[in-house]
């Protein structure tokens, strides 16, 4: 590029300047050679007069200006104004004209209406009487520093340039209103940096902040930011090449812009960000950053923004969940101190929010629950976030256990009800628990709650709206179990000294045949444990003990669970 410029400028050369006098000075600029007239230089440029002047050479006849800003293509239109030759000052070109007038010391000092006053007088009437304009010049004033900073031209452009976008942001003057944030996308992130600064100390709202940090965002890191659907960016690579590690800065250069208020940015905008930032490897401090401003407005999330930070791009790969239990942890510990601060127990009751998160959280539980790679240890990290009062029911996550042990059908009955430990069966819809008690993946104890809830509702007549609480539920189920223990054990011990008795009548009636049957020692004690029956009175099913026992009372039929 600049060789071509060099060549067009040197063709130029011979087309422009005049011919009829002979050259006496070759300027080398880079690689262009420019044969021109010592004394019309001089006229104009100070600076080429005192090296003429200062040169050890008798007659100096080549000049290195190889140095001078915008390279050949500006030193030819400063040699054009030397000879009165007209040429185009222009948006695009007057940041490098002024910078090169700087250079060759083409003052008004040393000659009167010079270059340095002419570009001026463009730069100050022209581009920066518009945002557009002053961000063309700052734009090309990446390739003229510092000299462009030292000649106030950086700063000139970027107060003009943040004062036009604060009034675009309040009256937009053309549609769509944001139009001014895509301009910005130009420049360099240093620039925008300077934008955002001053538009920060001129009193801009913190969403007209972010509004520009969005847009330039997604310009700048189109690939990484935009695309968010994990459908396939499979040539991304998260190694430390050059541009990863330019991405990686110009993050973390974002991040640190961002204004202080943690809700001023769309929750998916910064979940988005965040998975870039894990993708790119982004130090901690980048990352922890957004995960807070995530935490603060997480119960505006949906699951699709959890995922995004689950999946890598290709939508194949799981990222790591700490981030996602940060977030929760984070939103957790905010909703208790706002409880507390308002005098409320965060243990009894949760706020709309918190519950809302619940489910937020029990719904992406269940998408990430098919990943066989996920550890019972991280699935119930996950669950055991979110406080238990904050679930009015548990059926989604019920749907999530399910989910999980379907993708991991070879876990034991102990790794099952510790997935299941998560869950409370007592708190499942109705529909939930016809599904539980016939759900084989279930281990047995949670299939034998949900089946004792419903007999309890049948005994006692009383729907869901109308049965105790799930607490008092719970310690009535314990206790019922606890005597259901108790009842099996003593109807076992029965059982074995009925046969035990059996066993010894057959044993008399065989040796004593023909002779009257006298109570024995054993049926005396039948008779008196029968009246000692523990079942007289108890719930436990009896049916299959044997009607023939003598002195035995078949107690009252109470059945505690359902087959």
Known sequence: MDNSRASLAMERTGQVFPREIPTDVIVEVGEANFSLHKFMLIAKSNYIRKLIIESKEADLARINLSN????????????RFCYGVNFDITVLNVAALRCAAEYLQMTDLYCENNLCSRTEDFLSQVPLSSLSGALVVLKSCEDLLPMAEDLKIVQRCVDVASAKACVEANFPSRSPPNWWTEELTILDVSFFEKIITSMKSGGAKALTIASAIITYAERSLRDLVRDHSGNGIKSLDSGESDIRIQQRDLLQSIVALMPPEKAAFPINFLCRLLRTGIFLRAANICKNELEKRISVILEHATVDDLLVLSFSYDGERQFDHESIRRIISGFVEKEKNVSVFNGGDFKEASSTAMQRVAKTVDAYLGEIATSVDLSISKFNGIANLVPKGARKVDDDLYRAIDIY??????LDEIERENVCSVMDPLKLSYD??????????????????ALYYDQLKVRSGTDDQTMPNAVTTRNQLQADVSLMKENEELRTELLKMKMNVKDLQKTQGTSSKGNVKKPTFFSSMTKTLGKLNPFKHGSKDTSNMDDGMPGLTK????RFSIS
């Open 68 to 79: 001078i800003p915008g390279g050949p293509e500006i030193f030819e239109k400063a040699a």
């Open 555 to 558: 107690p009252r039929r109470r």
């Open 432 to 449: 939930a628990r016809v599904h539980a008690s016939q759900n084989k993946r279930l281990p047995v104890q949670i299939v034998l709650h």
């Open 405 to 410: 042990l379907k993708t991991h059908p070879n």
